[in-house]
C-alpha cells in the first residue's frame, strides 16, 4: 500500500493514496473504524482474493436480493459494519456491476433502524413487479428479537442504481405464526405471481419436528395471509434457511421468469441446513399450492446439493438481460475466529454461476458465467499427454495462485475399473478414506492446486472410476489435508458422484483458483466443490499447478487450457467503506 501521509487535524484528517487526496475522514475517529482501518495497513493480505467478491474489511455473508434492473446487476448483502464476526447490527450492503464480475460499491441499502428491525436487517429477496417497479422484502430482527418480514422500495425508480431505500410505513407485514418460535421464521424468497394475479412468497420455518417452506399469498404485496399447508416440508430436516423456489426450462439452458408457471417447465426447491445447500426437483401443482419433489429431502448425502464444499445460503435471480438464470452464494472461512479478526475480515462469495436443467432431467447444471472469461490473461495449453502410474506434470507459464483451468482426461481400458457398489456408501466418506496419497486404479487423478514446488502444500481436486452393477461411476473429491502446514484449519474432504458415462463422454474439470478458495466443477457442471485453504508456503509466486495421476492404471490428458487471472475492479461502499486497497501483490 502506498500510503503517503496520514494526519489527523482537529477531527478531520486527510490521506493520500496512491497519489490521490482523499478528504473529510472523520468517521476514522471513532474506535471501530480506527481498527478497520488498520487492518488497510497490513502489508501482507495473502488470503484477500483477486477476482472474488469480498468486502475489504469486515464479516459477509448470505447474498441478499440478487438482480437486474435498468441495464446494473445488483447484489446486497448481509454485513456487519462493526466486526469480522457476525453479531447484532447487520445490514444490508449494497454493490453494482455492469458484468457480475467487476462492482463498485454503493450505500447500504437497508440499516436497523425502525422498531421491526432495531437489532438487525437480515436476509430477504428482490421482486421486480409489474411495470418495472423493484421491491425488497426482508427479515428484520425486531426489537424482542422476533424474526419479522418487511417491505422496502426504491426512493427512485428511475435512478438504475437505486441507492436509496425508503422501509413501508406499516412494517412488519409478516410475524411468526402460532406454533412457529419467534428465531424461526426468516428470509423471505422472491416472489412470483399466480395466473389469477395472486403473489406468493415462501418463508424459511421450523414447526411440528420439521423444516418447510411456508407460503404466504397476497393481492397487493403488502397485506399477506398464510396458507393453510406449507408448499413443502420434510421431517427429516431441521430449519430451513434462505429457501428459494424457482422454474426452469425442461429443454434450453436458458433461464425463466419466477412467475413462469407451464408445461415447459419444472420448478426446484432449495434449502439451506446442516451447513449446506439442498435441492430437489419436482412439480409445482399451483391448484393445490403444493410442490411434489421427484425425491423427499432425506438430510444425507443422498440429497441433491448445489455444491458439495463450502457453499450456503445461496440466492438465484432470473437475468433478463441474457435470459439465464445466476446462482450467488456466501463461502465461509475455514481457519478461526482470531484468525478472521487478525485478517480483518470474513467471508467471500462464490462466482456467479449460470444455473439450467440437466437434458436428463433429474439434477441442475452450474457453470461460471461467462463474463468471467474476461479476466482470462496469459494461457498454456497442452494436448494429448499420458499420465503413467506416478506421474506428476507442472502446468507453468500462469500465475498458479490466480487461475482458471480446463483439463479433460481420456481413460482406456474401463472394463479394469475397481468394483464399488455405490448405492451403500457415501462418497465423501470414499474421498477421505481414499485421499490424493490411496493409489487405486483408475485414480486418483486430477490436479495439485495452490502448491508447493515439493508437493510439502497441495490441495488435490482429482477423480476416481469405478464399477458398479450396471456400468461406471466416477467420484469426484477435493482433499485438503495436505492444503496448509498450518494447523487449527477445517481440513475436510469433500466428495460427490457425478452423473457421467465415461464411455461416452471424458471426464473434465474446470477449476477457479483464487489465493484461499477453489471452486472446482466436474462433469461439465454437473457436481461441483468450493474449498478454502490458507497455504503458509505456497502463496504469491511461490504457488504452483500440477496435473498428476496416482492411479496404477495410466490416463490421458486429452487437453489442458490454462489461463493467468486478472484482478476484478472491486470497490467498497457505505460510509466506513470509502477506503480500499489492492491486497492482492502486483504481478
Known amino acids: 500500500m502506498d500510503i503517503s501521509l496520514f494526519l489527523f487535524v482537529g477531527f478531520s484528517c486527510f490521506l493520500l493514496i496512491n497519489g490521490n487526496k482523499v478528504e473529510d475522514c472523520d468517521y476514522l475517529t471513532d474506535k471501530t473504524s480506527l481498527q478497520s482501518f488498520q487492518v488497510l495497513l497490513q502489508a501482507e493480505q495473502p488470503y484477500r482474493t483477486a477476482y472474488h467478491f469480498q468486502s475489504p474489511q469486515n464479516w459477509l455473508n448470505d447474498p441478499n436480493g440478487p438482480m437486474y434492473y435498468k441495464g446494473v446487476y445488483h447484489l446486497f448483502y448481509q454485513y456487519n459494519p462493526n466486526s469480522a464476526w457476525f453479531g447484532d447490527g447487520m445490514v444490508w450492503a449494497h454493490s453494482a456491476s455492469y458484468d457480475l464480475i467487476n462492482w463498485f460499491g454503493l450505500d447500504h441499502a437497508l440499516v436497523p433502524s425502525e422498531p421491526f428491525d432495531a437489532i438487525s436487517c437480515w436476509s430477504g429477496s428482490a421482486t421486480i413487479l409489474p411495470g418495472d417497479k423493484p421491491v425488497i422484502l426482508y427479515t428484520g430482527i425486531d426489537a424482542n428479537y422476533n424474526q419479522v418480514q418487511n417491505l422496502a422500495t426504491p426512493k427512485n425508480e428511475s435512478d438504475p442504481l437505486l441507492v436509496e431505500w425508503v422501509k413501508y410505513f406499516g412494517n412488519p407485514l409478516m410475524t411468526p405464526p402460532d406454533g412457529v418460535k419467534g428465531d424461526n421464521f426468516r428470509d423471505p424468497t422472491t416472489a412470483w405471481q399466480g395466473p389469477d394475479g395472486t403473489w406468493k412468497v415462501v418463508i424459511g420455518s421450523y414447526s411440528n419436528n420439521q423444516g418447510m417452506a411456508m407460503l404466504f399469498q397476497s393481492q397487493d404485496f403488502v397485506h399477506w395471509t398464510m396458507h393453510r399447508d406449507p408448499l413443502y416440508s420434510s421431517l427429516k430436516t431441521e430449519m430451513w434457511e434462505c429457501p428459494d423456489f424457482f422454474p426452469v426450462s425442461i429443454n434450453s439452458t436458458n433461464g425463466v421468469d419466477t ?185 486418483p487423478f486430477g490436479l495439485l492446486a495452490l502448491a508447493t514446488k515439493d508437493l510439502t502444500e497441495q490441495t488435490a481436486i482429482f477423480f476416481r472410476v469405478f464399477r458398479d452393477h450396471k456400468d461406471y461411476k466416477v467420484l469426484m473429491c477435493s482433499d485438503q489435508k495436505r492444503s496448509s502446514l498450518r494447523n487449527e484449519l477445517d481440513k475436510t474432504t469433500y466428495g460427490a458422484f457425478i452423473d457421467i458415462d465415461p464411455q461416452r463422454e471424458m471426464v473434465s474439470l474446470r477449476t477457479l483458483i483464487d489465493h484461499s478458495i477453489i471452486e472446482s466443477f466436474g462433469g461439465k457442471g454437473r457436481s461441483v466443490i468450493t474449498t478454502r485453504v490458507y497455504p503458509k508456503l505456497a502463496i504469491y509466486d511461490e504457488a504452483h499447478l500440477f496435473a498428476f495421476n496416482n492411479g496404477s492404471l495410466s490416463v490421458t490428458v486429452s487437453r489442458l487450457n490454462a489461463w493467468s487471472m486478472n484482478k476484478a475492479q472491486i470497490t467498497a461502499g457505505g460510509k466506513t467503506e470509502t477506503i480500499s486497497e489492492d491486497f492482492s501483490r502486483k504481478k
Open 259 to 443: 412467475s413462469v408457471e407451464n408445461p415447459s417447465v419444472r420448478h426446484v426447491m432449495k434449502a439451506s441446513f446442516n451447513s449446506h445447500d439442498y435441492y430437489t426437483v419436482g412439480t409445482y401443482v399451483t391448484e393445490q399450492e403444493r410442490f411434489l419433489p421427484d425425491a423427499d429431502f432425506t438430510g444425507t448425502s443422498l440429497d441433491l446439493r448445489f455444491d458439495y464444499g463450502k457453499f450456503y445460503a445461496s440466492k438465484s435471480f432470473f437475468d433478463g438481460k441474457k435470459n439465464r438464470r445466476i446462482l450467488c452464494a456466501w463461502v465461509n472461512e475455514s481457519d478461526s475466529m482470531e484468525d478472521d479478526l487478525k485478517k480483518g475480515w470474513s467471508g467471500l462469495q462464490s462466482i456467479p454461476r449460470q444455473i439450467w436443467l440437466d437434458l436428463n432431467g433429474k439434477q441442475l447444471v452450474q457453470w461460471p458465467v461467462e463474463e468471467l472469461n474476461s479476466l482470462r490473461g496469459n494461457e498454456v495449453y497442452v494436448y494429448d499427454k499420458q499420465l503413467e502410474s506416478g506421474s506428476v506434470f507442472e502446468v507453468s507459464g500462469i500465475t498458479a495462485s490466480q487461475a482458471d483451468i480446463e483439463i479433460m482426461f481420456e481413460l482406456p481400458k474401463l472394463e479394469e475399473a475397481e468394483f464399488i457398489d455405490t448405492s451403500l456408501v457415501d462418497p465423501q466418506l470414499i474421498c477421505d478414506k481414499q485421499d490424493a496419497s490411496v493409489t487405486g486404479k483408475f485414480g
